[in-house]
């Protein structure tokens, strides 16, 4: 089932932001994700529109939306390849009409869900925050009418 994030979530979800994100960037230094953890807490996910993924009440899953970028995409490893990450993103499709999201180039997994879900690379930036090469995909309404 998805709904709304609510604050009692938060624990969970950053625990599966921060598992996710050390075991998908394996070419990051996982102090970088670590050093994140308070930002996610007071500023990235109270900041966001954030849709749970809850499966017998736990939380496997969650997106995070900020205006029309595509700010977070994380399900709990033993539950990926479930099609979870494409419910949400059907989700975020519902309450938008335009995407847009950031994928490191090294996460093929991510980058081959995204392709999948219409999601087309527009072009290849540097992170600000990890110093790494990633994409800037999109997707629109327009591209499927």
């Given at each position: ?10 624990d ?31 500023k ?44 949400l ?57």
């Open positions: 089932m998805i709904r709304q994030f609510q604050n009692n979530d938060l969970e979800i950053i625990n599966i932001w921060l598992i996710c994100s050390k075991e998908s960037h394996s070419f990051i230094d996982s102090k970088i994700w670590e050093d994140q953890i308070e930002n996610m807490r007071i990235y996910i109270p900041n966001s529109e954030t849709y749970v993924f809850e499966e017998s009440d736990k939380i496997v899953g969650f997106i995070s939306l900020v205006d029309e970028k595509l700010a977070a995409l994380f399900i709990s490893p033993k539950n990926q390849k479930r099609g979870i990450g494409g419910k993103i059907n989700k975020a499709k519902e309450l938008r009409s335009n995407l847009e999201l950031q994928v490191y180039t090294q996460n093929n997994n991510a980058i081959k869900i995204y392709e999948k879900h219409g999601f087309k690379i527009m072009q290849t930036n540097i992170c600000e925050l990890t110093k790494c090469e990633e994409y800037i995909m999109k997707w629109s309404i327009k591209d499927v009418i």
